[in-house]
């Protein structure tokens, strides 16, 4: 069944929003920070640390399993947040600064969207 021209219409829209928004999430600035060689090598370190550590508390077996298989997880844990943890970058400060764009207010597309399903649930 073809779509309606409202309904053709709101989708094109729809579609229209959905692009600029995407848009906009792929061309933000990352602002001043970046990741870092170093600190994604010292996390791949301790994530292989981490899991040695699960291995051995596996192997072990007891109590004292368990307390080196938690240490190990913990330490996966944060050799994944260290590898993924950004650091600012070095450099000019008039070079890290940059002008922020206004965005476009999308709440009236969102009001007209409510309104509709408002109208909608009213009518049955």
């Given at each position: 069944?073809?779509?309606?021209?409202?309904?053709?219409?709101?989708?094109?829209?729809?579609?229209?929003?959905?692009?600029?928004?995407?848009?906009?999430?792929?061309?933000?600035?990352?602002?001043?920070?970046?990741?870092?060689?170093?600190?994604?090598?010292?996390?791949?370190?301790?994530?292989?640390?981490?899991v040695g550590g699960l291995v051995v508390g596996v192997i072990l077996g007891?109590?004292?399993?368990?307390?080196?298989?938690?240490?190990?997880?913990?330490?996966?844990?944060?050799?994944?947040?260290?590898?993924?943890?950004?650091?600012?970058?070095?450099?000019?400060?008039?070079?890290?600064?940059?002008?922020?764009?206004?965005?476009?207010?999308?709440?009236s597309f969102m009001d007209r969207m409510n309104d509709r399903w408002d109208?909608?649930?009213?009518?049955?």
């Amino acid at each position: 069944m073809p779509l309606s021209e409202q309904e053709q219409r709101l989708l094109d829209e729809m579609e229209r929003h959905l692009l600029h928004n995407d848009a906009d999430v792929v061309s933000a600035p990352s602002g001043d920070r970046t990741l870092s060689y170093r600190n994604l090598v010292y996390g791949a370190l301790l994530l292989l640390a981490g899991v040695g550590g699960l291995v051995v508390g596996v192997i072990l077996g007891d109590i004292w399993g368990i307390v080196v298989g938690v240490i190990g997880f913990a330490a996966m844990l944060g050799g994944v947040m260290l590898a993924v943890t950004p650091v600012r970058r070095t450099g000019p400060a008039e070079a890290r600064t940059r002008p922020v764009p206004k965005r476009q207010d999308s709440s009236s597309f969102m009001d007209r969207m409510n309104d509709r399903w408002d109208r909608r649930q009213d009518g049955h």
